[in-house]
């Protein structure tokens, strides 16, 4: 797939539109990183932002929503009373019943003429056809407009195919900016240069020098107040068919040749579309899925999953998945990737691990047989890469003992690091697609993703139950001990 190249309009004032404008994502984390960006000079000098939402408010009413429940999250540190001042000023209120085109034409009286128009939707997706008819019509879409759409987008391969095509009549490939915040993160981005500006790695990066790789995100925090969307949802589509697919794929693609959007998703589109699909009996043998019993974590004790506020007494929603995946292709046959991610875990924790190959053969008789190193690169909340190898104990005899290379990436480079947000939504304004996902690879992980959510469906078993502040089911350690493989933190 190729995407049109999209008109830069680099001088033209901005209306950033954001739909969800009163919701959780547009509070905790939209606004922050707008008011970021406006402190660091990163937004266009005459923008506007137009917060739009179901509730009848004014302007003042939106604003105090936003002291109250942005401002905590900008975080006492870094907010300049006056600076946020100047931001508010910025802000309109636009009360929209997203159904009724009378509501889009007033917005279309607010929004100024001839500027750029970014549509942020951070809504349910079952509302983003609806969304972009409405605009179309109220002939709020031109040509410099740009719609950001929040994931995840669909609940399967259908679901995303028919909003991919009602977005599309709309705008074209190049004006669809498909969000995944973990794209943003600087660390996600720092395993491009891992892999593509060091040469020491390439070599040794495919089977049968690697013996395994774990991605893990594992959080500590439970549902929440998002209970209703969470157990429609669960971990498989919220976390893995986006946040860990494209984690695996910068891992495993093959170099792209330039940074242009289109080579990078061409690359990761091939790893996508090389994922073996899981047959009933892999789904049985190569899936964990959990759900967090009462438990503790951080010493403070927590409620189990069912117990938590608009989950129903039956939910069979899962809040910890792992996975074994394979990906059919010359550079990672036979290479397991082991997938998992969970809520209410021991710690907050995102790492990739990639196991090297095991010693051929020991010349020395006295430490770990079987050992393999290991590049450990750890996402959040610290950002470092470990590289795992054995050394010599001091002392006459020669003994092996595991030791790690270090590098911590936060006292290397002491700047100020942009959280995920203010760095897409900076790329959403200045045209950059690098970090966003074209439609063809969104359609292959769902693609994936489809049989596992339908053979948990076909299933009568219940998510396995997990004690909260634990890693998971004990079916997970068992998932990677059958290839002798022990998670990171048991190692
Ligand atoms: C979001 C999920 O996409 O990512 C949340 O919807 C999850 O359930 C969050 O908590 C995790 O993001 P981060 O940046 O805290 O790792």
Known sequence: MTTQTAPASPDLPLDMIIFGGGGDLSARKLLPALYMAHVHGNLPADTRILAIGRRPWSRDEYLSFMEEHSKPFVGDKVIDAAAWDRFLALFEYVQVD???????????QVSRPGVRRVFYLATSPNLFTTI???????????????VVLEKPLGSDLASAQAINTSVGTHF??????????????????????????????????????????????????????????????GALRDMVQNHLLQLLCIVAMEPPVSLDPDAVRDEKLKVLRSLRRMTPEDIAHDTVRGQYTAGA????????YLQEDNVPADSRAETFVALRVHINNWRWANVPFFLRTGKRMQKKVSEIVIEFADLPFSIIPSGPRNYGNRLVIQLQPAESIQLQ?????????????????????????TERRAEA????????????????????ELEAAWAWA???????????????????GTFGPSAATTLVARENIVWAEES
């Open 421 to 440: 947000y203010e760095r897409l939504l900076i790329d959403v304004v200045r045209g950059r697609l690098t970090h966003f996902m074209r439609r063809d």
């Open 98 to 108: 997203v159904g009724s085109g009378d509501d889009y034409a007033r917005l279309a």
């Open 132 to 146: 972009c008819d409405h605009l179309a019509s109220a002939g709020l879409v031109d040509e410099h407009s740009r």
């Open 297 to 304: 974590v951080g010493g403070e004790p927590v409620k189990g």
């Open 172 to 233: 074209n490939e190049a004006q669809i900016y498909r969000i995944d915040h973990y794209l943003g993160k600087e660390t996600v981005q720092n395993l491009m240069v891992l892999r593509f500006g060091n040469a020491i790695f390439g070599p040794l990066w495919q089977a049968p020098y690697i013996k395994s790789v774990q991605i893990t995100v594992a959080e500590t925090v439970g549902v929440g107040s998002r209970a209703g969307f969470y157990d429609e949802t």
């Open 450 to 468: 489809d049989p596992i959510l339908e053979g948990w469906k076909q299933s009568s078993d219940r998510p396995r139950g997990y004690t909260a």
């Open 389 to 413: 190898m054995l050394a010599k104990e001091p002392g006459s005899g020669m003994h092996m003992l595991p030791v790690n290379l270090n590098l911590d990436l936060e006292q290397a480079f």
